[in-house]
């Protein structure tokens, strides 16, 4: 049964090539000063920082700079952004890179007015936020997370080493969003790769769970098919276009809440992952990469039906004469496949965890009891072992 829900999306998207001029549409809508977040630098060498910094000036703003947030940003940095928002007395957060960009500036935008300490409050005791909260626009550069349309924000503690995502309400998610493909031509092949699996994983994460008939689950068989679509042509020719423009609108459907209304949701691997990405910094997607097999290959016998219908629908695995078991298997295969063609990683090892991590990696894991099976921590410690 279609459980009851209520749905809101606040996010104001524009999506296309000439999309950052709607950028004019938005700035007057908020106060003079902007704090303006990026990352390394891949802004500066394409030159969209160079477009962004005259659109702001255009429009009378004055600018913070808020560069250099590393991919996974860390509670160090957070502090460093609600301390210069604080300062300049900001009226928008805008961020233009990745995942890592909005994230942060969410996390910074439920912060700057906040008395207690962020990590604390927002991280380890899950709590919401009670105080003003600044506005976030984003400028997209790097697709897969879908925080350009949702409220979901991760920061990374070394020093605790945990990696923790908090989602919080409606009214965290960003004001606005501009989407525009071209800037994604300049991602390194393994960013593209690391963007397009995280995409897949998310669509999973909401698919494995429950057995109901569910609209969801149609909708996300469509957005799967569609990714593995686009991702092979893209592979063969990165500047195509129309892949890579609708990589990017399907990695805003695959996390944006729709497909998860009404129905219950696993993210495993993703609290797998996340933690496996505390001990090693390694890119987002290629963690969930590295542990999918052998989680789903875990977790298979308790789906059994599910992961037959993921077989037969989405990589159109034949069933005649064949055993569930053996259907629902060749759906995985076929998704292994899938994943080397791309070039993800397939195991922790290559991402720089080791045996004597795996213990720690299995604390910091938080186990969710949404999926098939609500594992307990000898099995964590088990399929961790054999994602090494
Ligand atoms: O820092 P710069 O120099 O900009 O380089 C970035 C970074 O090194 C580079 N890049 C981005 N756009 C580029 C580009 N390089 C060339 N050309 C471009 N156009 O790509 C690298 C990775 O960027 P990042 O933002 O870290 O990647 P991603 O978008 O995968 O974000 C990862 C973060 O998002 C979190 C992850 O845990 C991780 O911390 N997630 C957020 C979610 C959410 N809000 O719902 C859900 C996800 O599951 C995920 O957990
Ligand atoms: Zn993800």
Not at 171 to 178: A, D, G, L, T, W
Not at 371 to 384: A, F, H, N, Q
Request: proline share 3%.
């Amino acid at each position: 049964m279609l459980g009851n829900f209520s749905y809101k999306n606040a996010t104001k998207l524009y999506f296309g090539d000439d999309s950052l001029r709607y950028l004019n549409e938005e700035l007057p809508k908020y106060g003079k000063t902007v704090q303006l977040i990026y990352g390394g630098g891949s802004i500066k060498r394409t030159g969209l920082y160079d477009e962004i910094v005259t659109i702001l000036k255009d429009n009378g703003k004055t600018v913070v700079e808020d560069g250099g947030v590393m991919p996974n940003p860390t509670v160090e940095k957070l502090y460093e952004g609600v301390r210069l928002a604080r300062e300049n007395d900001v009226d928008l957060l805008l961020a233009v890179g990745g995942g890592s960009c909005c994230d942060y500036a969410k996390a910074v935008s439920v912060s700057v007015h906040c008395d207690e300490d962020p990590w604390d409050k927002y991280y380890l005791r899950f709590e919401e936020p009670a105080c003003e909260i600044v506005p976030v626009g984003c400028v997209l550069t790097m697709v897969g997370t879908g925080s350009e349309m949702n409220a979901g924000a991760v920061i990374t503690n070394h020093a605790q080493k945990l990696k923790i995502g908090h989602v919080f309400g409606d009214e965290v998610m960003p004001k606005f969003s501009i989407l525009n493909p071209m800037y994604t031509l300049t991602l390194p092949k393994r960013q593209m790769v690391s963007g397009i699996y995280d995409i897949f994983n998310h669509i999973c994460e909401q698919y494995f769970s429950g057995e109901d008939d569910n609209t969801s689950d149609y909708i996300a068989e469509a957005l799967m098919k569609s990714v593995i679509h686009s991702s092979l042509i893209a592979l063969e020719n990165p500047n195509d276009y129309e892949a890579r423009s609708n990589i990017m609108w399907t990695a805003t459907w695959a996390l944006n809440t729709l497909i998860s209304r009404g129905k219950s949701t696993d993210w495993m691997v993703h609290m797998l992952g996340q933690s496996a990405g505390a001990y090693t910094d390694a890119t987002h997607g290629m963690t969930l990469s590295a542990v999918s097999l052998p989680y789903y290959r875990f977790i298979l016998p308790y789906g059994l039906a599910k992961f037959k219908r993921f077989a037969t629908e989405v990589w159109g695995v034949c069933p005649e004469g064949k055993t569930d078991e053996q259907v629902a298997e060749e759906g995985l295969a076929a998704m292994e496949a899938w994943m080397r063609k791309l070039g993800v990683a397939l195991n922790l090892s290559e991402l720089g965890a080791t045996e004597d991590m795996i213990e720690g990696i299995a604390d910091g894991t938080i186990i969710l009891d949404g999926g098939y099976k609500v594992l307990t921590r000898d099995e964590v410690v088990e399929i961790l072992r054999q994602s090494l």
